[in-house]
């Protein structure tokens, strides 16, 4: 499997660093922890990561979709995976409409948070081949 550079969106210290050890287990590159919309965008532009697994509960008044809805506006869009506790109808609806590349529930199995960015990851490129 490539190993891939993957920003964290999480405003809970503890799971994000639970992450971060999970993808260091299969050899991917954590290029930083924000734990709002604001730090995300920040990084998103100085890291240039590969993939973001992104909560969609943070701090401030921006959430996660928000922050989806920014990378989907990118003209070099990247994958994003939400990973959260919010399953409600409402949320679901509000995920879907920015078309992740997976939505994960906490609390997180490592072996399926792999294999979602295994096939996340393997869709973009393929679809970054065709004309």
Same mark, same amino acid.
């Given at each position: +499997?490539?190993?891939?550079? =993957?920003?964290?969106? %999480?405003d809970e210290?503890l799971?994000? @660093?639970s992450i971060?050890? !999970?993808l260091?287990q299969?050899? $991917? /590159?954590?290029?930083?922890?924000?734990i709002? !919309?604001? %730090?995300a965008? $920040?990084?998103?532009h /100085?890291k240039k990561p590969?993939?973001c697994?992104? @909560?969609?509960?943070?701090?401030?008044?921006?959430?996660g979709i @928000? &922050?989806a809805?920014f990378?989907r506006e990118q =003209? *070099?869009?990247?994958?994003?995976?939400?990973?959260t *506790?919010q399953v409600d109808?409402?949320?679901?609806?509000?995920?879907? %409409?920015? &078309?992740?590349a997976? !939505?994960l529930?906490k609390? #997180? /199995?490592?072996e399926?948070?792999w294999?979602?960015?295994? #096939?996340? +990851?393997h $869709? !973009?490129? %393929? /679809? *970054?081949?065709?004309?």
């Amino acid at each position: +499997m490539t190993a891939f550079r =993957i920003l964290i969106v %999480e405003d809970e210290i503890l799971i994000a @660093d639970s992450i971060k050890r !999970y993808l260091a287990q299969k050899g $991917h /590159q954590v290029v930083g922890i924000a734990i709002s !919309y604001e %730090e995300a965008v $920040h990084l998103y532009h /100085q890291k240039k990561p590969d993939l973001c697994v992104l @909560d969609i509960r943070l701090n401030g008044i921006r959430n996660g979709i @928000d &922050f989806a809805h920014f990378l989907r506006e990118q =003209i *070099s869009s990247i994958p994003f995976i939400f990973l959260t *506790s919010q399953v409600d109808q409402r949320n679901l609806t509000a995920a879907k %409409e920015t &078309f992740p590349a997976g !939505y994960l529930s906490k609390p #997180i /199995q490592r072996e399926s948070l792999w294999a979602t960015i295994e #096939i996340a +990851m393997h $869709h !973009y490129l %393929e /679809q *970054s081949k065709s004309p």
